[in-house]
């Protein structure tokens, strides 16, 4: 019996620990411990996977037009096209943001397609902060256990889950055109 008690003692936080995984309420989706958007469509208008393949180029290109060299690769034939998106997340009324850098990837076939973004950067732009592209997901791990690296973390996982769902959403529009 004391033996079991003791086990129970020290399981019991770590079983919470697993619970919750991530208490900070924003849903920020996770594949293998990185930051990773995934959705499939499935359209009933019948397009082509050229018709849907052009449409997300165009859309690509309009929707990051601050990057130059935004497409690392573009296959027609595969129906594939990925690339580096960026926006800009504001977290303070002092002027603090960031930029957000992630890599956007869009497969195409007849009446579907699969829309993910991975790879998240940030690049603070504050006084004091260096100015360099890190991995998104140190802080991340920090924040949804509940410990913030700063005041700003929450405004910023919030506007990177509202500027992800956005850009799935804008092309969804432009491909059901």
Known sequence: MKKS??????????????????????????????????????????????????????????SFPELK??????????????GHGIFKIIVSESGNYYWIKPVIAITVADGKYTFQSYDYYEKPIEKGISNEY???????????????????????FKGIDEKSLSLTASLELVMNQ
């Open 69 to 82: 060299e935004s497409l690392m690769m573009a296959d027609k034939a595969a129906g594939k096209i990925a």
């Open 134 to 156: 890190s991995k998104i997901e140190y802080r991340w791990w920090d924040f949804r256990r509940g410990k913030p690296w700063s005041t700003e973390d929450q405004p910023l």
């Open 5 to 62: 008690f003791i086990y129970l003692l020290v399981l019991a936080p770590l079983i919470s620990l697993a619970q919750n995984d991530n208490i900070s309420g924003i849903p920020i989706p996770l594949k293998n411990g990185k930051v990773f958007y995934e959705k499939e469509y499935i359209l009933t208008n019948g397009q082509k996977k050229e018709q849907l393949y052009a449409k997300a180029v165009k859309w690509f290109k309009e």
